[in-house]
């Protein structure tokens, strides 16, 4: 499968000149080198729906313009969540699911069942101890010299949130940080190189043993706030346990929406604000600006760079003839430039008028369940950083992820000028 | 123009005039009326307009077809009488109409 020999490689190739028809915007290192811009250009301009013959993940259509994603999105019973959303075909060595992958009606009730503990009114209650961490945080970083403020800052963040939502033993919590990265890497999958087949199967039997054993603990005590207990005791979900690769499933999707995307915005707005200096002064002079800005830094990292549909009956999208049983792969990362929609999207403005309305939540019955997490967390390391630090500069260039659904960073240098 | 009130959830009354044949949450954005987000434009692929009717507009203006009620279930704040007010036009039949917001829109 990963035999690509024949097969022109789009990191090497001009995306100008390239036959249209062999543009494929599945490889994965065109995300770790940053390349897959001119391509999504170029494709949303000379072919929005676009058809790939031949990948590493087989034959697949790519939408590429903000309103046929969105079309996409909404319309689940013709773009079908199931069996799997991603460009890849199911897994069969761990084969576990989750309600991202589900259909109605089994979407809706998994879903309903956790999605009280991300209710905006629960999320007020976690706002004081998650500012609280963040401060601790920023408060113990070094002064005057270069750091990974991927490791330091926004991993550490939200895997400590990520611990308290799930009430996870603390001093285990980079656990957690492990199980997102191998549930989303892996070869196969995304085209990523974080790790091997094996060692990903390994750590996800590690993590369905350490919440199983977490599940029992909570069922037989006094329900908490907690996502185990609520699983564990509501009506609809308690029985999952007796499904294991639906309960590693539900599992995973929370960790990785809990971890990845976050963790991603928050290393992407520090990087947008060096890019786009002009941003950091209005910024500074201007703090009330960050709930706007926390949309605008969704938009332009667009952590979830993809989402995929099997299609369930013959259709049509702007007049492609699109076959039941194809592959749609929504590009979310192309969606958010273009510039039908988003006016001069390539641009990061944190004070953008109507800054709420991108593509990075999705749309529709699978709309991000976390999202106003995602929001909260993000404005208070933003007000926090704020009341610290000047500038968190910049000093090198980021190393990013090799995937192409996640959108985001392994190391990012940076130094700190404090007030 | 039909007159329209929007209550925040802490009492907070906002009137406005609403455009006729425009949906209601545009009234709302375009008077900058706090807690109506419309993040997905109108479209009723998000669930971020929530307004909440009391009984006799609700049995007026009508229940959600299905696509907006796959929308409206997993809200948290979802009442009885709770509608997208992207999928409410405004009319003169309208007239007077008061729609409660709920404390987050999700």
Redesign the interface.
């Known amino acids: 499968m990963l035999d690509a020999v024949s097969r022109p490689r789009m990191v090497d190739a001009d995306p100008w000149s390239i036959p249209l028809e062999q543009i494929d915007v599945s490889q994965a290192d065109l995300y770790e080198h940053d390349l897959h811009w001119p391509y999504f250009e170029r494709l949303r301009k000379e072919d929005p729906v676009h058809y790939c013959a031949d990948s590493d993940f087989g034959a697949y259509w790519s939408v590429t313009k903000f309103n046929d994603i969105a079309q996409v999105d909404r319309q689940h019973k013709i773009f079908s969540s199931e069996p799997t959303v991603t460009i890849s075909e199911p897994q069969e060595e761990i084969p576990f699911q989750s309600f991202i992958q589900m259909d109605p009606p089994k979407h809706d009730a998994q879903r309903a069942a956790v999605q009280p503990v991300v209710a905006p009114a629960n999320l007020s209650k976690l706002e004081p101890i998650i500012r609280q961490r963040a401060g601790a945080i920023l408060d113990a970083l070094p002064e005057g010299e270069t750091f990974d403020w991927v490791d330091t800052v926004s991993i550490e963040l939200t895997t400590q949130m990520l611990a308290t939502l799930f009430d996870f033993p603390f001093q285990e919590r980079r656990k957690l940080t492990y199980w997102s990265d191998i549930a989303t890497g892996g070869p196969e999958l995304a085209g990523s190189n974080l790790v091997t087949e094996e060692e990903r199967t390994a750590g996800l039997m590690e993590c369905m043993q350490a919440f199983t054993d977490l599940w029992h603990e909570r069922v037989n005590g006094t329900p908490g706030n907690d996502l185990i207990s609520m699983l564990a005791h509501s009506e609809r979900t308690r029985d999952m346990i007796n499904e294991p690769m639906e309960f590693l499933g539900n599992l995973i999707l929370l960790i990785v929406g809990g971890n990845d995307t976050t963790r991603n915005s928050i290393t992407g707005g520090v990087l947008a604000l060096n890019q786009f200096p002009a941003e950091y002064d209005k910024l500074r002079a201007n703090p009330d600006l960050i709930p706007n800005m926390v949309s605008e830094i969704i938009r332009w990292q667009t952590p979830v760079s993809s989402m995929s549909r099997r299609v369930k009956e013959d259709t049509e999208l702007r007049g492609r003839k699109i076959r039941k049983g194809d592959k749609v792969v929504m590009w979310y990362v192309s969606g958010n430039r273009d510039d039908e929609v988003i006016e001069d999207p390539m641009a990061f403005r944190i004070d953008r008028d109507h800054a709420r309305h991108h593509l990075s939540f999705g749309f529709g019955l699978h709309r991000c369940m976390g999202n106003r997490l995602a929001e909260m967390q993000l404005r208070i390391v933003w007000e926090e950083i704020t009341k610290r630090f000047h500038t968190v500069e910049v000093t090198g260039a980021p190393i990013r992820n090799r995937s192409n659904m996640i959108r985001g960073y392994r190391e990012l240098p940076v130094r700190l000028r404090r007030l | 123009m039909t007159k329209v009130t929007f209550v925040e959830s802490d009492g907070t009354r906002h009137e406005v005039e609403a455009r006729n044949g425009r949906p209601l949450m545009h009234a709302a954005v375009q008077n900058g009326v706090p807690g109506i987000?419309?993040?997905?434009?109108g479209?009723?692929?998000?669930a971020?307009c929530h307004v909440i009717l009391d009984d006799d507009w609700y049995g007026r203006v009508g229940p959600p077809n299905s696509e907006e009620e796959?929308?409206l279930?997993?809200t948290?704040?979802r009442t009885p009488t709770s509608r997208l007010s992207c999928q409410i036009t405004v009319s003169d039949d309208l007239e007077g109409i008061v729609v409660q917001l709920p404390?987050?829109?999700?």
């Open positions: 987000d419309a993040d997905c434009g479209q009723c692929m998000c971020t796959e929308m279930a997993p948290p704040e404390e987050f829109q999700m």
